[in-house]
T-cell receptor, first 113, second 112 residues
Framework: NAGVTQTPKFQVLKTGQSMTLQCAQD?????MYWYRQDPGMGLRLIYY???????DKGEVPNGYNVSRLNKREFSLRLESAAPSQTSVYFC????????????FGDGTRLSIL | DQQVKQNSPSLSVQEGRISILNCDYT??????FLWYKKYPAEGPTFLIS?????DKNEDGRFTVFLNKSAKHLSLHIVPSQPGDSAVYFC???????????FGTGTRLKVLA
């Protein structure tokens, strides 16, 4: 009963390094999301994928890329990490029907030095 | 421009008393509202929701109230328990999109 699984749980990078955060869901959900959470800012949407084969920008997409590899997996890539990208990153999925709640992973805590 | 606002960053309540968490929104077209609960080092989990055709929805100790004219919703927890200590987010599905809009969260501390 895994739900949404994110890897890794923690990562420290140096400025300029690249990194891919992995997310997989086993609930056969259509839509998937990447958020970042910063103190006092709530959850801000980076990118989302309404269905397999589509991706769209959210509120704060700059500095990130995504890949919807298949229905289960949605990855987030930082090509050249910056200290401003230090955050906790959450992946979520949803069945796809409007008003259905999202299911979240436990997050990846990323520090950029 | 924040479409969903939680103006209280934190709240402390004695065990057994009522906790009231508030959320305001700006768009009168929003028709569905959700509350999520988040413990440290975990992802948010869905708690309770309400449709705009209702003004109240109850689930055990949790009740959400919706005041459409004031564009305000509140989450009541009665009685509050120490295990309720968490950050609570209100969220709204964006109209016509797959996006959700989250408030900034309220940290609830229930004191034993």
């Amino acid at each position: 009963n895994a739900g949404v699984t994110q890897t890794p749980k923690f990562q420290v990078l140096k400025t300029g390094q690249s990194m891919t955060l992995q997310c997989a869901q086993d609930m056969n959900h259509n839509s998937m999301y990447w958020y970042r959470q910063d103190p006092g800012m709530g959850l801000r949407l980076i990118y989302y994928s309404a269905s397999e084969g589509t991706t769209d920008k959210g509120e704060v997409p700059n500095g990130y890329n995504v890949s919807r590899l298949n229905k289960r997996e949605f990855s987030l890539r930082l090509e050249s990490a910056a200290p401003s990208q230090t955050s906790v990153y959450f992946c979520a999925s949803r069945r796809g029907d409007s008003n259905q709640p999202q299911h979240f992973g436990d997050g990846t805590r990323l520090s950029i030095l | 421009d924040q479409q969903v606002k939680q103006n209280s960053p934190s709240l402390s309540v004695q065990e057994g008393r009522i906790s009231i968490l508030n959320c305001d929104y700006t768009n009168s077209m929003f028709d569905y509202f959700l509350w999520y609960k988040k413990y440290p080092a975990e992802g948010p989990t869905f708690l309770i929701s309400i449709s705009s055709i209702k003004d109240k929805n109850e689930d055990g100790r949790f009740t959400v109230f919706l005041n459409k004219s004031a564009k305000h919703l509140s989450l009541h927890i009665v009685p509050s328990q120490p295990g309720d200590s968490a950050v609570y987010f209100c969220a709204v599905p964006g109209k016509g999109t797959y996006k959700y809009i989250f408030g900034t969260g309220t940290r609830l501390k229930v004191l034993a």
